[in-house]
């Protein structure tokens, strides 16, 4: 990669000393661990057997965590009079998340715009294909206006006509077609999905053809504005259910804008004027009007004209028209004075292409009553399978005015207004992809301070405000993660712990997190102390070598790694009060595997003991960490119901599945102390239950394993 190499290299060198140090004294450490943990009487292992509680069940204050981690033998002391920490220390962090962010956003978001910063119309696409048809361009005849119109219209009327006569009508009362594109003679709902390999769309191929191939250019525009005014009106009236006919108007979209920016390099300013007066017919239709992300998408051709000096304010008189329109349109919906007209012509206009009133897909005015709130009309729509919908013109309009913001600052950007192009991303920021582009600025330009306060500031106004801009694989806390990526960039280490302290504590995964025991059953808590609980230990759909046998997740096993890399020398202080804050997971439902992690790392036996006790469901993995310091609680956690004498409390099942459970659980006893004594509890077994061959079998097996 290529930040890869200097990516966070100082604190990566600085960290190599520490991984050196941890490497010389890890043995030492693990001897002041046995000597902690490991009771050393006969009066201390009685003590952890009986292992005294409070009425709530917590461990008295002799036992906190705090308390108990102070100690000098427990800690341990280098001869520099350093607090060490316990156990082995996970590796360095990699940082591959921060790595893959920082060259995506350095290789591919950014430079795919082409300009100095991110853009949300403008891409380096449309610059580089104009460059190419400028080249392929001929001075070639246009077909006229009027027949580029009848060629595109015939296969269109031809596939609304067979569509009309195929449908069965029998079942339908005259009433019935008085609704949305009954001149048609039939609903839209009742229409099969619409497939361009009907050649319906043909004509218009044809015309954009001819078009493109042109560099006479307001006719060739011309044609190509009317392709697709004539399209998204095409498409209104058929039931485009797999989203053909709307991929096939986004292409058309895109040519337009890829000629049109060809001619902006070769217009003058009357030209560049009629061209975007052209466009604006068709952007202030009906059709785009009530679409406004696909309307900004036909208007941003105006963009090409931003890059010229001499025809820049035209592409900002533009989007003012736009906007105007859609102002008018506000108005006369709220004052009830509208005059029959759609935002796209005049009302006679409208009548001659559809004399019912009901030609197009949608209708926002209603020329008796625009304001009556009981009018279908004038809140339902019909979606592509022809199912009235209810889209309430307000919030059409306030998509519109965001849509707007985004033209806007495209247009300063484009333009070469760099610096107003960033302070408007910065004014923005309760808009998700304004906020990402600024965040992508800002990681482009490595301001890590400037990434830091937008972060602070962003969680601070909305706490859930998601990132729709950047790949969701690196950044797994949102906008958290860009915070830490630059408190890692800056060095702030004293912020970082406290952040990965409350990610700690606070961790859970969904995929693998499972329900807490309700612990307040006294009689299940009983059972679970005695090893008798049934849940968790004979359990044929989790075996313990499954349960024994899954490791840590990535997740977990990152985020401990940079907890313990930004803790450095003052590990174990910073645990203590990790665990101070956690207590043990009260008030807690769910199991935290990164805890476990850290109780495991650090050999915690009593404070893992704590933690079973609250989540019993963690006993088996954590037995082994048990075992260090409270061995017969190990004992019982792993055998269960079978005792040291070879008895089983209760009733064994005679059946070969607890057999193999059996030798299952002997095995993972052998891990943990010594097969020595695996060895002498199944002889012990077979002993206690000479009528049963099966178990003597199981067993034999084990042995011989």
């Not at 569509?163 to 008085?178: C, G, P, V």
């Not at 002993?687 to 084990?702: C, E, I, K, N, V």
Request: net charge negative; hydrophobic share 35%.
């Amino acid at each position: 990669m290529v930040c890869g190499s200097t990516l966070f290299g100082n604190q990566i060198q600085a960290n190599n000393k520490s991984n050196a140090r941890l490497h010389t004294c890890g043995q030492e450490s693990r001897e002041d661990l046995m000597a902690s943990e490991n009771p050393s009487s006969e009066e201390d292992r009685q003590a952890c057997q009986d292992n005294p509680h409070d009425h709530n069940g917590d461990v008295p204050d002799s036992e906190q965590v705090g308390s108990a981690a102070a100690s000098k033998q427990d800690r341990g002391q280098n001869q520099s009079g350093q607090t060490r920490i316990r156990g082995s220390r996970p590796p360095q962090p990699q940082w591959h998340d921060f790595e893959i962010l920082i060259e995506t956003v350095n290789q591919d978001i950014e430079p795919e715009s082409g300009l100095d910063g991110p853009a949300f119309f403008w891409n380096r696409f449309i610059s580089d294909s104009s460059e190419d048809l400028a080249q392929r361009l001929t001075n070639s005849p246009v077909a006229p206006t009027d027949q580029a119109r009848t060629v595109m219209t015939l296969p269109m009327d031809w596939y609304l006509y067979e569509q009309t006569h195929l449908a069965d009508m029998e079942d339908k009362n005259q009433e019935s077609l008085a609704g949305i594109g009954s001149q048609l003679g039939i609903l839209r709902m009742d229409m099969p999905t619409f497939d361009l390999e009907s050649q319906a769309l043909a004509g218009v191929q044809a015309v954009v053809a001819n078009a493109m191939a042109s560099n006479r250019w307001k006719d060739a525009l011309g044609n190509l504005v009317a392709a697709i005014e004539l399209t998204s009106s095409f498409m209104g009236r058929v039931a485009d259910r797999d989203g053909q006919g709307f991929e096939f108007l986004k292409d058309l979209i895109e040519q337009l804008r890829i000629y049109m920016d060809a001619l902006a390099s070769q217009a003058d300013t009357q030209l560049a004027q009629e061209s975007l007066q052209l466009l604006l017919t068709v952007v202030c239709k009906d059709d785009f009007l009530l679409n406004p992300v696909q309307m900004m998408h036909l208007l941003s051709a105006c963009l090409s004209f931003a890059q010229w000096d001499d025809t820049r304010v035209l592409a900002y008189d533009a989007l003012q028209q736009a906007i105007s329109t859609m102002d008018r349109v506000r108005r006369e919906r709220t004052t009830g004075h509208g005059d029959g007209r759609q935002a796209g012509g005049s009302a006679e206009e409208t009548s001659k292409k559809d004399p019912d009133g009901h030609g197009g897909p949608t209708r926002f005015t209603d020329p008796d009553d625009p304001t009556d709130p009981d009018n279908p009309v004038n809140h339902l729509f019909e979606d592509s399978d022809g199912n009235l919908v209810d889209i309430p013109f307000d919030l059409i309009g306030q998509q519109f005015d965001q849509v707007c913001l985004f033209l806007q600052h495209d247009l300063l950007r484009v333009g070469g207004e760099e610096d107003r192009a960033d302070q408007f991303l910065a004014e923005h920021l309760h808009l998700e992809p304004m906020a990402d582009a600024w965040a992508i600025r800002l990681i482009g330009r490595r301001d890590w301070s400037g990434l830091l306060s937008l972060s602070e500031q962003v969680t601070a106004a909305n706490p859930n405000q998601e990132i729709l801009s950047l790949p969701e694989e690196p950044l797994p806390y949102g906008w958290e993660s860009l915070k830490e990526l630059a408190l890692v960039k800056l060095g702030r280490t004293e912020e970082l712990i406290d952040l990965y302290r409350e990610r700690i504590i606070e961790f859970y995964e969904p995929n693998t997190g499972k329900p807490a025991v309700n612990t307040s059953d006294s009689n299940r808590t009983r059972q679970m102390e005695q090893g008798t609980d049934p849940v968790a230990i004979y359990s044929t759909s989790t075996p313990l070598g499954t349960i024994q046998a899954s490791g840590p997740t990535n997740s977990a096993r990152e985020l401990l790694s940079r907890f313990y890399w930004a803790c450095d020398d003052h590990l174990l202080v910073q645990i203590e009060t990790l665990m101070t804050s956690y207590a043990d997971g009260q008030g807690r439902f769910t199991p935290n595997r990164a805890y476990e992690e850290l109780l495991i790392d650090q050999g915690l036996s009593r404070a893992a003991w704590r933690y079973c006790r609250r989540f019993p469901e963690s006993r088996l993995r954590l037995a082994p960490t048990i075992a260090r310091g409270l061995p017969d609680k190990a004992r019982t956690i792993i055998l269960g119901p079978i005792g040291m004498d070879g008895s089983y409390h209760g009733r064994l099942p005679d059946r070969r599945i607890a057999y193999q459970h059996l030798s299952q659980t002997l095995s993972l006893y052998a891990k943990v102390f010594s097969f020595h004594e695996a060895a002498t509890i199944a002889r012990k077994l077979t002993d206690h239950f000479p009528d049963r061959p099966a178990l003597a079998q199981a067993l034999r097996g084990f042995l011989e394993a």
